[in-house]
């Protein structure tokens, strides 16, 4: 159904005589409608396929299938049968009208045609028709805002107020003298829990935030020409400290100069994620390598482990927007799930997919695709 109410509304008739068919066709494209008619019940069907119409024309009197069954054959097809139906008839009797509203027709108009009454008509149901389309479209977004407003605050209740409360935790024992700032192991131990910690908590808001605004369409995607290499780099940087404490390599085997065509801030976002989420899952002196591979004009972007591997089983659930899927890392780190969520949202604003390679026991592989910056300028 044709939901675009600035659109003009597209009216489909179906009449045996071709003088009707011409006539309506006069009528309506002279009242701004656009229009398609056909006087072939099987043709009709191929006209319904190309585009839904906003409201079918139909003559009661055929001489292969009559108004009546041709409409109750619409409306026995879910994709159809919204579809509000006028019969065209000569016949005024009650019998006929009962039929009519019974087999899912919604009004009569009588021949000959009254231009000023036919197009009353048409133009009172197309407005019903997609009012009430406009106002369930209004009430999906408010459902799907309830859902996205609730998830935040599960999120923010527990998620976030968990590193949070064991930051102000270790700080109360600092004060307190429970633990001593000139212990040897303050510095490499206590102060890197709580940097640890409040590294979680930053990228848990930041990612909350980018998640919001995502699903509430407020991202604005800005391609640019984009340096991978760089990229990385500054991502490694970022994430020195988790990949230091572990003792893990960061490899980028991104040659300098590989260019993309991408918005920057997206692409920073799903490279922090998946590299922090690479880290986590990664054992202690383990190695991540980023790799980058041209095919077809897109750059194929991988972060390539060697850690725990997730499950065929379970890769399904990692990828799946609605399920709350999420592990603890080799060092017991938490996480929500969230950032896989919005790397993939981020990803496919990019015109690109995230997707996963994995063995259990010999580490993972996330790979995803940005169009390469060469294409661009072709």
Not at 204 to 229: C, M
Not at 239 to 268: C, P, R
Not at 328 to 339: A, D, N, V
Request: charged letters at 25%; a negative charge; hydrophobic letters at 40%.
């Amino acid at each position: 159904m044709n939901d675009q109410i600035n659109e003009k509304p597209y009216i489909l008739a179906v009449d045996d005589e071709q003088l009707n068919i011409e006539l309506l066709r006069f009528i309506l494209e002279r009242n701004d409608f656009n229009y398609k008619g056909t006087s072939d019940d099987d043709h009709f069907f191929e006209l319904l396929e190309e585009k839904l119409p906003d409201l079918i024309l139909l003559d009661v009197i055929m001489p292969r299938i009559d108004g009546f069954e041709l409409c109750e054959k619409l409306k026995s097809y879910p994709k159809y049968k919204n579809i509000p139906v006028i019969f065209l008839t000569g016949k005024v009797n009650i019998k006929d009208k009962v039929k009519g509203f019974e087999v899912g027709g919604i009004d009569y108009v009588t021949k000959p045609f009254n231009e000023q009454e036919l197009i009353a008509r048409i133009q009172t149901h197309v407005e019903l028709v997609r009012a009430k389309n406009q106002i369930e479209k209004q009430a999906e977004n408010l459902r799907q805002s309830n859902i996205l407003k609730d998830r935040m605050f599960s999120i923010i209740g527990h998620d976030l107020r968990s590193p949070l409360s064991a930051a102000k935790l270790k700080m109360d024992f600092i004060m307190r003298g429970i633990i001593d700032p000139k212990a040897d192991d303050f510095l490499g131990g206590t102060v890197y829990e709580l940097l640890k910690t409040m590294d979680e908590a930053l990228n848990l808001l930041q990612n909350l935030l980018g998640w919001a605004k995502s699903e509430s369409d407020q991202i604005q995607i800005i391609p640019e020409k984009l340096d991978v290499f760089d990229l990385v780099e500054q991502t490694f940087r970022l994430l020195k400290l988790g990949s230091e404490h572990k003792n893990i390599q960061l490899i980028n085997n991104v040659l300098k100069d590989t260019l993309v065509f991408a918005d920057m801030n997206t692409v920073k976002t799903v490279l922090r994620n998946l590299l922090s989420n690479a880290i986590k899952f990664t054992p202690v002196k383990g190695t991540i390598n980023v790799n980058a591979i041209a095919n077809s004009g897109a750059l194929i972007i991988e972060i390539e482990d060697n850690g725990q591997g997730i499950p065929k089983e379970d890769i399904s659930k990692v990828l799946n927007p609605n399920e709350h899927f999420s592990k603890l890392g080799t060092e017991k780190e938490p996480g929500t799930g969230l950032g896989l969520i919005l790397c993939q949202n981020f990803i496919q604003k990019n015109g690109g997919s995230l997707n996963i390679r994995s063995k259990v026991g010999k580490g993972s592989v996330f790979y995803f695709d940005l169009p390469l910056y060469e294409n661009q300028l072709v």
